[in-house]
């Protein structure tokens, strides 16, 4: 039995997986599931805007807090710039409850609920000093049973132009079973912020990094999926930032004979992280890893096809996920999973730019030196 079956044996499977790389059909589906709930809501967002979509999303959640839902919605402070006061009101005098994660300092009216001393001077000293630490997960949870999750936040920038959205491109999933109970545990960590530490982690289909014991299990983990991977390791990413020890294991994997294949944006919503990106490509190509430039659509998915083996989360490859914030990874096994999965990066991968020694070299030297400068800013990237 190889490594991978075995790590598969040993998960407790989701009773059901969907994928979506439909933002439109992903959001429709996740309402109407929040429209029917009955007893309870848990939701975890890096970004949740108050847009057009967002506004759907808090009108629908208020009518749900109508029905006498148990509600409860996470925040990143610096992800959801947009919040105020005022809206954390509104929610709370509905019966939600709202947090924000790290507010920034300077964001006084925002300390309710910060882990620190009770004094406000106290949570200034606190939220200064984890400022770099945000909570990039995507997680919504419904009646304990049904989990949405992946790259997309709440922001209408995920719509299809047709919803009047910016098309970006990405990858959600939804599960359900009894396993979800433990997400919901998982997002008790986050929201009491707790260091806990779970007998049955490694059994459990999904993966976070909530205290340094979990963020070094979750990336070593990663790092030996990669380092048995038998066949094929196909990745689409936002960001190409990686580790030394993904680079390292990437590099060792094709050599060793793996079909090593990275899907990425030209252009992102981080403007210049395609400079980053490219001082990467020559070590990359140097043992023949395909890397594919997509321009159509701005990638924001972050999915992985190890072997027979798909995750599908918030993580990034760059170092903010890898060493500074929150992440939340599903595993998916079940093979219409990864059929879905791997007919989207072949379709995408037809649509994309093969990235040649000759297309790396044709890249313009001001644009490698300031790749090279940002590069030397990667620990933040």
């Known amino acids: 039995m190889t490594h991978q079956a075995s790590f598969i044996n040993s998960l407790i499977p989701w009773q059901s997986e969907k994928v979506y790389f439909d933002a439109d059909n992903y959001y429709q589906e996740l309402l109407f599931e929040i429209e029917n709930a009955k007893k309870t809501i848990e939701i975890e967002c890096y970004i949740f805007e108050l847009d057009t979509l967002g506004n759907k999303f808090i009108n629908t959640l208020i009518q749900a807090a109508e029905r006498k839902l148990s509600i409860r919605i996470s925040i990143d402070g610096y992800g959801s710039l947009s919040w105020n006061l005022d809206i954390i009101e509104k929610l709370n005098s509905s019966g939600i409850e709202v947090k924000v994660f790290h507010p920034l300092p300077w964001r006084i009216s925002l300390y309710k609920g910060v882990k620190a001393a ?13 400022v770099n630490k945000r909570n990039h997960r995507k997680l919504f949870v419904i009646d304990n049973n049904s989990a949405w999750s992946g790259s997309l936040n709440i922001s209408r920038s995920h719509l299809s132009q047709l ?70 390791i196909w990745i689409i990413n936002a960001y190409l930032a990686p580790s030394k020890r993904i680079l390292r294991a990437l590099k060792q994997a ?128």
């Open 118 to 130: 009770t004094g406000w001077f106290e949570k200034l000293l606190y939220l200064t000093s984890r």
């Open 163 to 232: 919803s009047h959205g910016a098309n970006w491109l990405d990858c959600g999933v939804n599960v359900s079973g009894t396993v979800v109970t433990y997400l919901v545990d998982n997002f008790n960590e986050v929201w009491q912020r707790k260091l806990t530490y779970h007998p049955d982690y490694f059994q459990l289909p999904f993966r976070s990094n909530n205290n340094p014991i979990l963020r070094r299990q979750k990336n070593n983990e990663l790092i030996k999926l990669i380092t048995k991977c038998q066949s094929r």
């Open 254 to 381: 094709r050599k060793r004979g793996v079909d090593v294949k990275l899907l990425i944006s030209r252009r992102t919503d981080v403007i210049f992280f395609p400079l980053v990106s490219t001082t990467y490509y020559q070590q990359l190509l140097a043992v023949d890893i395909k890397i594919y430039e997509y321009n159509e659509q701005i990638i924001h998915a972050k999915t992985m096809l190890l072997d027979n083996l798909l995750l599908v989360g918030s993580s990034n490859l760059n170092h903010r996920s890898f060493l500074h914030d929150l992440e939340l990874d599903f595993i998916m096994t079940k093979q219409t999973s990864i059929n879905t999965t791997e007919a989207k990066f072949r379709q995408l991968v037809d649509k994309s730019e093969v990235v040649t020694v000759k297309r790396f070299e044709s890249i313009v030297w001001s644009k490698k030196v300031l790749g090279q400068l940002l590069w030397k800013l990667r620990y933040w990237l």
